[in-house]
């Protein structure tokens, strides 16, 4: 519970809006294309990589284990699949030629378009990624580095289908050579090798296995090694950026130089707790993992023990005991004894009530351990309990956040540019929504892709702005709406309209304000003669505000009592909205003539106040 709290917490922060991160140009003729490539990118994070949908695994294994490793590299896939093309066909008539008397076949000038079936390969992916790398198969060198910027190298296990280890044997890199050689060396993997315990172990839990013994799909396990190599001589070494890629059996599929543009490792980092000299954090259930297995074991025995409360125990003497078979527990049963002090219930003492104390005793540890605050998900809980809870508790939702940030989300955002530089090959076209959620076509092409950018994610900064600007905006409408009625008497107004589209825009930070106050001059009055020929016909009309509820609630009632089944039906319905709209303006009516409490009237209210001071 704690745990998804803290996921759903991160994740609002992180995406509080549309817009959560800028790209700022570093030189001035950096600037032309700069909002393309922001528009690009954009749509490259919603509809292609679908970077809400990944982030709930990155940050749930942040948040439970105290670290969690994510990967940027580039993604293209192919797919064959059967489409339809449309072609032209020049239509031809057969003519009779003149001098041979032969029939021949001679254009008429028209061309017909046709549909035919036809194999076509599609790129299903060619984007950046944001991969969540499991931390199991995730290490560091050396393990006493205070980030990943300052590591030797990374290591990563994971498992490949065989026949795709196969295929990068026969793809080229950038250099012109195999990507993967020694491919015909590659076996399938049988699980026991070193690398495989980790995925055994958590499997076995929920009784699944490795995918090994799946012959129809093998399944080999890769090492991947990221980082610093020696690619010259002990004497003259020249050390680079380089990616080794080997079977966990052994075999050799690559060395060679960082593929990359920027030369990086591909992988950042983000961390719940920062110590010097330690890269491996810990999580929110690390610190409290041996209480919750305390409060196991001690269950395991309290259910124990009331079970055992609930079957006594006979104790009997043999020597007066006629037959020991008749001892039974059953409804009339006749025990054949020759004393009846021969068999005694001795039922075991219920210890089950300290069990139940030690354990809640525990939880209430560890419910005020900081961090780990019974905070309601759900049910009837202000929003203001539930903050100051989190205030009461400490919850760095907020730290954590821009933490995130500046570790991921930022340099990510640089990753995914400088990607795109080095494999966008093709010009790109795609929609975008603009001002007032209106949709227009947008361009990129790999010439636009040449300037200096830096990249900011700004999540937590606009989800604290929001929470900032709401209470502004909430502030200001309790202080201006006592002085409405004086700015009425000097003929100004307030827009009440404009007042609430800003709360509900910038303070709420949500799309549609256009919606709410839909204007009554579209809302047309139909004469009810004219009401009753469609709905004479089953057809449903909508009442107007300007409409004469009460006549028209007489003219539809012959209609509603007499037309057909359709006709009755929608005139009913008709109806009902009329005689809605006739209640609400009772009610607005009733209101208006209540009293103000204590009987002070409104100029009385406002007697003595004066507005504020320049």
Known sequence: KN??????????????????????????????????????????????????????????????????????????????????????????????????????????????????????????????TFDPVDVFNFYVYPPTANSIDEVFGVFEVFHLPLAEVQQKGQELSETGSPLYANTENATSDDGNDVWSWTGDARLSVDGHQQPFENKEMEYVTLVEYWGLLNFGTAEKPEWEQGVVTMTAKGTMLQIRKNPFYDKQIPYLCARMTDLQNEFYADGLIAPLASMQYYINDTLAQTFDSLSYSLNPIVKYDPGRVV????????????????????????????????????????????????????????????????????????????????????????????????????????????????????????????????????????????????????????????????????LQQQGKSFDAEYFLKRIYTEGLAMDGADKLFPSNENDRSIDPQTENLLLSVGKYIPTAFGDNHEEHMQVHEELAAKGDEYSRKATMRHMEEHQMRIDQQQLQAASAQIPEPGGESEEQALEGIQPPGP
């Open 3 to 128: 745990v998804e709290f803290y996921v759903s917490r991160l994740k609002k922060a992180l995406f509080p809006t549309d817009d959560v991160f800028v790209i700022e140009p570093v030189t001035p003729d950096a600037e032309e294309f700069a909002a393309p490539i922001q528009e690009h990118m954009k749509w490259q994070i919603e509809k292609k990589i679908k970077l809400q949908t990944k982030i709930s695994r990155f940050l749930r294994q942040l948040v439970m284990f105290g670290w969690s490793p994510v990967k940027c590299v580039w993604d293209r896939k192919t797919q064959k699949a059967v489409g339809l093309t449309r072609i032209e066909k020049v239509v031809k008539t057969r003519v009779r030629d003149e001098i041979t008397g032969k029939m021949r076949l001679v254009p008429t000038g028209e061309v017909r378009h046709e549909l035919i079936e036809e194999e076509k390969e599609l790129v299903t992916h060619n984007e950046p």
């Open 323 to 486: 037959n020991v078979n008749s001892i039974a527990f059953a409804p009339g049963a006749m025990w054949a004894l020759t004393d009846p002090s021969a068999a005694v219930f001795e039922t075991p003492a219920d210890l089950s009530q300290s069990g139940f104390n030690a354990v809640d005793r525990v939880k209430q540890i560890i419910e005020g351990y900081p961090g780990v605050a019974n905070i309601p998900m759900t049910g009837r809980k202000a929003a203001t309990h539930i903050t100051a809870i989190q205030q009461e508790y400490s919850l760095p939702i907020m730290d954590l956040a821009e933490a995130i940030e500046s570790t991921v989300m930022s340099p990510w955002l640089g990753r995914v540019y400088s990607r795109n530089q080095q494999y966008l090959e093709e010009e790109e076209v795609f929609m975008v929504t603009g001002k007032k959620g209106v949709k227009y076509w947008q361009k990129l092409s790999p010439e636009m892709l040449i300037g200096d950018y830096n990249f900011y994610w700004r999540g937590s900064n606009a989800s604290t702005n929001i929470h900032v600007r709401a209470r502004q905006l909430m502030e200001f409408g309790n202080v201006v709406l006592p002085f409405i009625p004086m």
